[in-house]
C-alpha cells in the first residue's frame, strides 16, 4: 500500500468521521509532512477548520482539540498506524506501524496499477515551427511536455501526446521565399539539395536556420516598395512575395504549397531525430493546414456564431473583424488583437484556428482528420501525421522522404483526440492567446468548462556567457558582465538543440574516459549520452516552470550538487551494493528474512536511535507515488525533480552511516538491504519519469 493509497484512506475517515459526530466535513483535507520523522509521518491540520465550520452551523464554539481527539480514535483504528499524537491545540500526527509498513512495502512496485479505465488525456507540447532547426527554448518546452506525460501516465492516466506543425504560418513561408526568391529553386532543386547535405552529413534544418535567418535580413535590407526588387528579377519588393507565398501554402494544391509541404516535412522529420536523442516521441502530428482544408475552424466558426461566443465588429479600430469579447478584459488594448479571430480580410488568426483545433483535441468539434503513418520508432512505437485527404501525397509521409516504399501505412492507426482534459504546453508570452482559447472552448461547451483546457506555460532559456563563448557566440565586454544572453532565431543567433546535446555528449565522454578508460569506445558514448542527456533534462526540470532558466555547461555537468549527474550517480552507487551481494544475501533472501523475523525485533531496530535514520529512508523512498501525484496535481514537473534529488542525496548519507553488507546482524542486515533496494527502486523509477537513464558505471 503506498502512502497515497493510505493518505486517500485516512482522509476518508476524517471525513466520515467529522460528519458523523458533529454533522459537518471539510472542504479540504490537507495533508502535511512532518519536518522529521520523529514527528510524524503524516499530519493533519484539519481540526482547525472543523471547529470553525461547527460553529458556523451552530453557533457553538468546539475545542480543536477536543475535535482532534475524537479524530484520533478513529484514526488510531487503521491497522497501518502505529499511533497518533496531537500536538499543540490540534493538529494530528499519525505515526505509521513501521515493521508492518516496511514488511508490507518490501519489493513492492513503487507504481501500483491504477487500472486501465481512466479517461485519456491529451498533452500537446515542443511545436516548432517546421522552418529550421530545434533551439534550445524548444527543448525546454519538449522536455516539460515529454515528463509531464510520463508524470500522467505513472498516475494511471491514458495519455496521448501531440506536436502540433505549424506548416502554414509565416516563418514557413519565409524559408520558401528564401528558397524560390533569393536561391531561385524548385522542388526538384531543392530535393536535389537535400540528397547533397546528407551525403556530405550535413542537416536540411542547419541549411534552413542559415537560409531564415538570411531572408530576415533581405526584408530589411531591401529597398521601400516604390522602388522596386530588381535584385530578384522582377517589380516585387521581397516583403511582398511573403504575401503570396503564405496565400498559396494557405490555398493548398498548388506547385508553392507543394513545395512549403516538402521544406516543412523535412525539417519535422529531422526536429522528430533531435527529440529523439533526448528519448521524447510523439503518437501525432496534427497539421495547421488540415485545420484549414478539411473545415475544421469553419464549422468551429459556425457554432460560434450560432451561439453568440463571437461579433462582427461594424465601425472603429477592428471594423469589420469577427471578435470574441470578454468583460473581464475589456479595454486591454494590449491584449486587443488577441481576441480577434477573423481579420477584416477574411484571414483566421492563429487564436482562431487553436480554438477549433482544441475543439477537436476535445472531441466535441464533429470533425476528423485523415491520418498517414509518418515514422516508426527502432522499438516499434508509432507516430501518425494527419493528411488533408486520404490519398495524400506520398511526400508528406516521412518514410517516403527517405525512400521507404509506403507499406507502413498499412499499419492498424489508433484513435486520436476526444481527450477528457488537455495540456498545452505553450510559452508565457502565448498566456493571454491560451486564455482566449480556454474561455472560447468553454462557451461552446459549458458542460466542459474551463477545467478542461490547461495551459502549461513556462519562461524562457537563456545562456550564462561562459555557455554562450563556448557555443562560439562573439561576446563584447558589456555582454560578458551580463547575468545571462538572450536568443533571437529570426537573427540566426541561437543554440541549436543538436549543438547543445553534442557539445553535452562530448565533455561527458571527457569525463567517462577519464573514469573507465578501459571500456570499449561504444560503451564510453553510450556512458557519455546518459549523462549528457540527464544532465540536460534534469536542469530544464528543476526550475519551475515561471523561473528563466539561464544554462550553464559546468552547472549541469557537475557531479556534485543539484544535477542529474548527482542523481545518476547515487542510483549507479545503489546498484553496486546489490552486485556485491551474494547469493545467500540478496534481496529476495533479505525480504523472507525479514518476513520470517519476530516483529518485536523489528521494532526494536527500526524504533531505537539508529532506527530513526534507517525509517527515514524507507519512508522517503515510499513518497515517490505521492511525489508525482502532486506533480500532477500542480502541472509542476519540478517537484519530482526535488524530490529525486532530496532522495538522491539521503540515499547518500544512508550508504555512508551504515555498512550494508558487513552488517553482522542478521535482521538488522535484511532491513538495510531491504532499505537500500526500496530507495534504488524509487530513485530509478523517478528518473525514469523525468526521462533519465541510469548508466551501469559513471
Known amino acids: 500500500m503506498t502512502i497515497s493509497d493510505i493518505q486517500s484512506q485516512l482522509r476518508e475517515a476524517v471525513r466520515e468521521t467529522a460528519l458523523a459526530h458533529f454533522g459537518v466535513a471539510p472542504d479540504l483535507i490537507a495533508v502535511e509532512t512532518p519536518p ?219 506547385p508553392t504549397a507543394e513545395l512549403a509541404d516538402y521544406v516543412a516535412t523535412r525539417n519535422v522529420q529531422c526536429i522528430t531525430d533531435t527529440m529523439e536523442r533526448l528519448s521524447i516521441r510523439y503518437d501525432l502530428l496534427p497539421r495547421e493546414s488540415e485545420i484549414l482544408h478539411l473545415h475544421f475552424w469553419d464549422k468551429a466558426f459556425e457554432e460560434m456564431k450560432r451561439l453568440g461566443v463571437i461579433h462582427y465588429v461594424e465601425e472603429g479600430a477592428h471594423a469589420g473583424c469577427w471578435v470574441m469579447p470578454w468583460e473581464s478584459h475589456e479595454g486591454n488594448d494590449d491584449n486587443e488583437a488577441d481576441k480577434i479571430l477573423v481579420r477584416s480580410n477574411g484571414t483566421v488568426t492563429y487564436t482562431g484556428k487553436d480554438i477549433a483545433y482544441q475543439m477537436w483535441k476535445l472531441g466535441i468539434l464533429g470533425l476528423d ?183 550553464d555547461f559546468e552547472e549541469a555537468l557537475s557531479f556534485e550538487g543539484e544535477t542529474g549527474c548527482f542523481c545518476q550517480y547515487s542510483a549507479v552507487r545503489a546498484n553496486s551494493i546489490f552486485r556485491k551481494l551474494d547469493e545467500s544475501n540478496n534481496v529476495e533472501a533479505s525480504e523472507q528474512k525479514l518476513r520470517a523475523a519476530e516483529p518485536a525485533e523489528i521494532d526494536a531496530i527500526l524504533n531505537g536511535e539508529p532506527g530513526n535514520d534507517i525509517w527515514s529512508m524507507a519512508i522517503l523512498a515510499s513518497r515517490l507515488d505521492e511525489a508525482v501525484h502532486q506533480a500532477a496535481a500542480a502541472n509542476e514537473p519540478a517537484i519530482l525533480a526535488k524530490y529525486s534529488f532530496t532522495l538522491a542525496k539521503a540515499f547518500n548519507l544512508f550508504y555512508h552511516n551504515n555498512k550494508i553488507i558487513a552488517e553482522k546482524d542478521d535482521t538488522k542486515r535484511a532491513i538495510l538491504v531491504v532499505v537500500a533496494d526500496m530507495a534504488r527502486r524509487a530513485l530509478t523509477e523517478s528518473l525514469a519519469t523525468l526521462g533519465i537513464e541510469v548508466p551501469e558505471k559513471m
Open 36 to 254: 522529521k520523522t520523529e514527528l510524524g509521518d503524516v499530519a493533519f491540520p484539519v481540526a482547525f477548520e472543523l471547529a470553525k465550520k461547527v460553529k458556523e452551523a451552530t453557533g457553538e464554539k468546539q475545542n480543536p482539540r477536543a475535535i482532534a481527539e475524537v479524530l484520533r480514535a478513529r484514526l488510531e483504528e487503521f491497522e497501518f498506524v502505529g499511533h497518533v499524537e496531537i500536538a499543540g491545540p490540534g493538529y494530528l500526527n499519525v505515526f505509521f506501524d513501521r515493521t508492518k509498513f516496511l514488511v508490507e512495502n518490501a519489493g513492492a512496485n513503487p507504481f501500483p496499477s491504477r487500472g486501465a479505465n481512466l479517461a485519456k488525456v491529451c498533452v500537446e507540447h515542443t511545436s516548432v515551427n517546421p522552418n529550421k532547426a530545434a533551439h534550445i527554448g524548444h527543448v525546454r518546452n519538449s522536455v516539460l511536455g515529454d515528463t509531464f506525460q510520463r508524470i500522467l501516465t505513472a498516475t494511471g492516466k491514458q495519455v496521448e501526446v501531440q506536436n502540433y506543425i505549424d506548416n502554414t504560418g509565416v516563418q514557413v513561408a519565409d524559408v520558401v521565399v528564401g528558397f524560390m526568391f533569393m536561391l531561385n529553386m524548385n522542388l526538384d532543386d531543392i530535393k536535389a539539395l537535400d540528397k547533397e547535405l546528407s551525403a556530405a552529413g550535413k542537416s536540411f534544418d542547419y541549411y534552413c536556420w542559415d537560409l531564415y535567418a538570411q531572408v530576415g535580413q533581405a526584408y530589411k535590407a531591401e529597398p521601400p516598395a516604390s522602388a522596386g526588387g530588381q535584385e530578384y528579377g522582377d517589380d516585387k519588393p521581397l516583403i511582398e512575395r511573403r504575401a503570396e507565398v503564405l496565400h498559396l501554402i494557405e490555398e493548398g494544391n498548388n
Open 369 to 551: 482528420f485523415n491520418y498517414r503513418l509518418f515514422h516508426t520508432y527502432a522499438d516499434g512505437k508509432e507516430v501518425w501525421m494527419t493528411m488533408g485527404s486520404s490519398d495524400a501525397p506520398a511526400s508528406s509521409s516521412r518514410d517516403a522522404l527517405a525512400g521507404g516504399t509506403g507499406d507502413a501505412d498499412k499499419s492498424v492507426r489508433p484513435p486520436f483526440g476526444g481527450g477528457e482534459t488537455i495540456y498545452n504546453v505553450i510559452d508565457t508570452r502565448q498566456s493571454y492567446p491560451q486564455e482566449v482559447v480556454k474561455k472560447g472552448v468553454a462557451a461552446i461547451s459549458p458542460e466542459r468548462g474551463e477545467k478542461a483546457s490547461v495551459h502549461l506555460a513556462y519562461e524562457m532559456v537563456a545562456l550564462s556567457p561562459s555557455a554562450a563563448e563556448e557555443l562560439g557566440f562573439e561576446l563584447s565586454e558589456d555582454d560578458k558582465k551580463r547575468t545571462f544572453i538572450e536568443m533571437s532565431g529570426r537573427k540566426g543567433l541561437g543554440v541549436k538543440a543538436d549543438d547543445l546535446i553534442d557539445r553535452l555528449e562530448a565533455k561527458a565522454l571527457a569525463e567517462v574516459e577519464s573514469r573507465h578508460a578501459d571500456e570499449t569506445d561504444d560503451e564510453k558514448r553510450h556512458i557519455a549520452h546518459q549523462l549528457a542527456v540527464g544532465a540536460l533534462r534534469y536542469f530544464l526540470l528543476k526550475f519551475t516552470k515561471n523561473t528563466v532558466i539561464v544554462f
